[in-house]
């Protein structure tokens, strides 16, 4: 039996499918390298470059392989293009997403991992974010998950078909072969180690003014192979016979932005330029995880908690792949 990963050339999902694969499990690949990178896979796993709204390729993989669980990883997950193109979003991130789940339910394979997000949250209410806080996207990639969740739990009553629908916070670090190569980059880290690479002049820091101790915007920061490990945890959890449940990924204690650009400054030796700039709309002072459930649920215990072991292994990978995959 093979487990089938979407998305499985991203950032995240090529972590999981190394990890798998070290647990001996079989792993078929499906991603149309719309972001991804061939080289991020193994040559030797199976890989069909397609899209996931592919019926007939779907159907094809299914056919040829016998699969028991799908871990959905594939979507777009620009927030702010989200704003500007609601279609793409909402087409790729559910519609496709529903025809992934119809030929999967068609052919009997009812165990769904799916990548879902701390922005189906919203603006919070209280912090750290539990599953119970209620969802209110702030954006169209924010509701375009949050749609995927709710049909997820509508397939389970009337399909049967068993989910973990994992909320992730920031996702960051890298293994030893596989690291963040998105373009373009959006994210914090990596962002920061482009300016100690020189690949960049300075990093911003948008608003110094929260209600912070130091006055920037708090994260929750978790490394890939903690994300991934938690994947192979909810495999087994369903694989098992566990029930359908929505569960957060984070640490539970954040970093600031002037704590992440500090940490890399020790890591990596270099000054870092950092220029305050004014807050972006929509970006609340406090993001971070309550993550009870993950351990409770699925015996989930991070190894890599602390920023500066995340920040080391992402800059270790972008030393020995300054041009990132290419
Ligand atoms: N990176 C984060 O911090 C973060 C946080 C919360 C949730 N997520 C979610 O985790 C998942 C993985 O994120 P990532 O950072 O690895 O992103 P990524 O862009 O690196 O990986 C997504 C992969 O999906 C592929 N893809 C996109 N649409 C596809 C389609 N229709 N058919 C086939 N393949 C398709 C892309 O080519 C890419 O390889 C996404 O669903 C994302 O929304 C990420």
């Not at 896979?41 to 899209?51: K, L, M, N, P, Q």
């Not at 989930?300 to 995959?325: K, L, V």
Request: glycine share 8%; charged share 25%.
């Amino acid at each position: 039996m093979a487990i089938l990963v979407t998305g499985g050339a991203g950032y995240i999902g090529s972590v999981a499918v190394e990890d798998l694969r070290k647990q001996n499990e079989s792993v078929v690949v499906l991603d149309n390298l719309a972001y991804g990178h061939r080289q991020a896979i193994d040559s030797s796993v199976a890989f069909y470059e397609g899209d996931i709204g592919d019926e007939s390729l779907v159907k094809a993989i299914l056919s040829e392989h016998e699969i028991e669980a799908c871990m959905h990883f594939s979507a777009f997950a620009y927030v702010g293009e989200s704003v500007e193109k609601p279609k793409i979003y909402y087409k790729n991130n559910f519609v496709q997403t529903l025809k992934l789940l119809d030929v999967l339910i068609e052919n009997d394979v009812k165990k769904f991992i799916f990548s879902s997000t701390c922005a189906t949250y919203g603006e919070p209410q209280y912090v750290p974010i539990d599953e119970k806080h209620p969802q209110s996207p702030t954006s169209p990639y924010g509701w375009s998950k949050f749609m995927v969740e709710r049909a997820l739990a509508d397939y389970d009553a009337a399909y049967n078909l068993k989910y973990v629908a994992l909320r992730y916070f920031n996702a960051c670090g890298a293994s030893e072969t596989c690291g963040e190569d998105h373009n373009p980059e959006t994210h914090l880290i990596p962002l920061v180690l482009f300016a100690a690479q020189g690949k960049r002049d300075s990093i911003s820091i948008f608003g110094d003014d929260y209600p912070t101790p130091d006055g920037t915007a708090i994260r929750d920061y978790i490394h890939i192979s903690d994300l991934s490990q938690a994947h192979l945890l909810a495999f087994e959890y369903l694989r098992k016979g566990g029930d359908s449940e929505f569960v957060n990924l984070g640490n539970g204690s954040g970093y600031s932005v002037k704590e992440v650009v500090e940490a890399a400054r020790k890591i990596t030796g270099e000054k870092i330029e950092a220029k305050i700039a004014p807050r972006r709309a929509g970006d609340p002072s406090r993001l971070v995880a309550d993550a009870k459930k993950a351990r409770e649920v699925l015996g989930w215990n991070p190894q890599f908690p602390e920023i500066e072991r995340i920040i080391e292994s992402a800059w270790a990978w972008h030393s020995a792949n300054p041009e990132g995959y290419e």
